[in-house]
């Protein structure tokens, strides 16, 4: 059971590159969320999506975009990368939205250089 | 907006000692408390949670106690061990509201020197 697999798991960007950070899932959980871990600043929800086509943003949304055309897949997409975007990102879903276990992927490191 | 506070940032008990981590969060609709442990270079994994009509429990050497007239939430972990070094995520949820959103914490590092 692979669980929430994420992709790539370290990238480095230059100063206006655009890229797409992968996330799936094999639980055939509804719920996905994305979030970026700054060191000493916790998690913080980037966007989030409660089914496939149904997507909203959370607290950091600016700079972001995701798409949800299935259940299994939840791909965040950074346009016009800047420093500010150098963080470790982590993708998680649960099959009980806001009272669930959120099981999380392993993280993707990026530097924005 | 929705906020969890956390505290402390860092710390350090000796091997067998109780370590104890608060939480304080700013909605009083949140009813959805889970706690997550992240060991190095990994994701976060759940190792207990409450809901808002449980005011504590117990797993073995973790607890977590709920007060919602205080809004906050504390973990507790006895006789600790070196393996409980990592870091500790607080989270709150409104659950069936209909936000679906967890806000996190700003993270515990837990060392435990044996």
């Known amino acids: 059971n692979a669980g929430v697999t994420q992709t790539p798991k370290f990238r480095i960007l230059k100063i206006g590159q655009s890229m797409t950070l992968q996330c799936t899932q094999d639980?055939?959980?509804?719920?996905m969320y994305w979030y970026r871990q700054d060191p000493g600043m916790g998690l913080k929800l980037i966007y989030y999506s409660v089914g496939a086509g149904i997507t909203d943003k959370g607290e950091v949304p600016n700079g972001y975009n995701v798409s949800r055309s299935t259940t299994e897949d939840f791909p965040l997409r950074l346009e016009l990368a800047a420093p500010s975007q150098t963080s470790v990102y982590f993708c998680?879903?649960?099959?009980?939205?806001?009272?669930?276990?959120?099981?999380f992927g392993e993280g993707s490191r990026l530097t924005v250089l | 907006g929705e906020n969890v506070e956390q505290h402390p940032s860092t710390l350090s008990v000796q091997e067998g000692d109780s370590a104890v981590i608060k939480c304080t969060y700013s909605d009083s609709a949140s009813n959805y408390f889970p706690w997550y442990k992240q060991e190095l270079g990994k994701g976060p994994q759940l190792i207990i949670d409450?809901?808002?009509?449980?005011g504590e429990k117990k797993d073995q050497r973790i607890a977590v106690t709920l007060n919602k007239t205080a809004k906050h939430f504390s973990l507790h972990i006895t006789e600790t061990q070196p393996e409980d070094s990592a870091v500790y995520f607080c989270a709150a949820s409104k659950g069936t509201s209909g936000t679906y959103k967890y806000i996190f914490g700003t993270g515990t590092r837990l060392k435990v020197l044996a």
């Open positions: 639980m055939n959980h509804n719920y």
């Open positions: 998680a879903s649960t099959a009980r939205g806001g009272g669930g276990e959120l099981f």
């Open positions: 409450i809901r808002s009509n449980v």
